[in-house]
């Protein structure tokens, strides 16, 4: 009898020591396990380059394992789809874009829209740039648009895929301004480097990352206009789109965010958030990513929704329709 007592005893402590142990794991401090990062781009190019960087602070700030996971294809559409399919605790993240949030479900019946996701900030903004080779006959981005104006395919062009916002520009320019260029897609800066400098397109709409500012330093690569509002200090004699007669065309650069699935508790958001912002200013994440893509301010959450918010406005009736 006595035994009996003792066994039940015993079987209620292990129970309730379970039971307690449960409930420490459920409310423990975010985080209190690794956190898987998403980029939906290969490895080692500077997207890539960004993620681990901030991936690498998130660690030190977080106190858990940052593992950075590369998951290409499908214009952003494979790694989004595995970021909104995770459980929305903060323990799986993404790298986002206003092109594979916004612009592939437009494009594309991919199963999910930016409202899918929880913003968190950003982390770089890349301009993008049209760029010829040295030799190139186009001197300047008049001589270019003017040849894809009168002679209409005739100029092809390289873009860093079907789907994204240069090519989305792209079409607006050949709808708003008859400016038809014959658009080759590409995986990428890589290849568009390659084809560009073996003479294979005319010339290129490509994000102006350090490979390319590299090119264009050692002069393979002539860069014709900006895609941003205003000139870039550092190419202070390269004219805007809008300074080359394309008014509004100031979309085709790339802002690289943060994001987890929707649904995401407001304490784990902020909890990262705050970790990004410090990121933002810490002088490795600056050296690694490059000071002329970290902007001067750090923006958050809200921030980074109204970028792909005015994204998705100005494209929805282009690819909505």
């Given at each position: 009898?006595?035994?009996r007592m003792?066994a039940a ?12 142990g449960?409930g420490?794991?459920?409310n423990a401090?975010f985080p ?5 990062l ?5 490895a ?7 993620a681990?960087?901030?991936?690498e602070f ?8 940052v ?7 499908g214009?952003?559409?494979v790694?989004t789809?595995?970021?909104i399919?995770?459980?929305?605790d903060?323990?799986t993240?993404a790298?986002?874009t ?7 479900p437009?494009a594309?019946?991919v199963?999910?829209t930016?409202?899918d ?5 950003v982390?770089s903004?890349?301009p ?5 080779g040295?030799?190139?006959?186009y001197?300047?981005?008049g001589a ?6 009168q ?15 240069q090519?989305i ?7 708003e301004f008859?400016?038809?260029f ?22 290129v ?8 500012v ?6 393979s690569?002539?860069?014709?206009a ?9 190419l202070?004699d390269?004219p805007?789109?809008?300074?080359a ?6 979309l085709?650069?790339s802002?690289?965010g943060?994001?987890g699935?929707a649904?995401?508790p407001?304490?784990?958001?902020t ?5 990004l912002?410090k ?8 050296e690694?990513?490059?000071e002329?893509?970290?902007?001067p ?7 980074l ?6 994204t998705q ?7 909505g329709?």
């Amino acid at each position: 009898m006595q035994r009996r007592m003792l066994a039940a005893v015993g079987l209620a402590a292990l129970t309730l020591l379970a039971a307690c142990g449960g409930g420490a794991q459920e409310n423990a401090p975010f985080p209190s396990e690794s956190i898987r990062l998403i980029v939906p781009y290969a490895a080692g190019g500077p997207t890539d380059l960004t993620a681990r960087a901030y991936g690498e602070f998130l660690e030190q700030d977080l106190g858990q394992p940052v593992v950075v996971e590369n998951l290409p294809g499908g214009s952003g559409a494979v790694a989004t789809q595995e970021l909104i399919g995770s459980e929305p605790d903060g323990y799986t993240l993404a790298l986002v874009t206003a092109g594979t949030t916004v612009l592939t479900p437009l494009a594309n019946d991919v199963g999910y829209t930016a409202a899918d996701i929880t913003t968190i900030g950003v982390m770089s903004e890349v301009p993008s740039l049209f760029a010829v080779g040295a030799n190139s006959q186009y001197q300047d981005i008049g001589a270019l648009t003017d040849a894809a104006r009168q002679q209409p395919g005739t100029v092809t062009l390289g873009v860093p895929g079907a789907s994204t916002p240069q090519a989305i520009e792209l079409q607006r320019m050949r709808d708003e301004f008859g400016v038809e260029f014959t658009v080759v897609p590409f995986n990428g800066n890589a290849e568009m480097t390659t084809a560009l400098l073996g003479g294979n397109v005319d010339a290129v709409l490509i994000n102006a990352s350090q490979d390319v500012v590299e090119n264009i330093e050692a002069g393979s690569f002539r860069p014709l206009a900006v895609s941003t509002e205003e000139r870039l200090e550092w190419l202070p004699d390269t004219p805007t789109l809008v300074e080359a007669g394309f008014p509004g065309l100031t979309l085709s650069g790339s802002t690289f965010g943060l994001a987890g699935p929707a649904g995401m508790p407001d304490p784990v958001v902020t909890r990262l958030e705050d970790a990004l912002r410090k990121a933002h200013s810490d002088p490795t994440v600056v050296e690694t990513v490059g000071e002329r893509y970290i902007g001067p301010e750090f923006r958050g959450a809200d921030e980074l929704r109204a970028i792909l918010d005015n994204t998705q406005a100005v494209y929805e009736p282009i690819l909505g329709a």
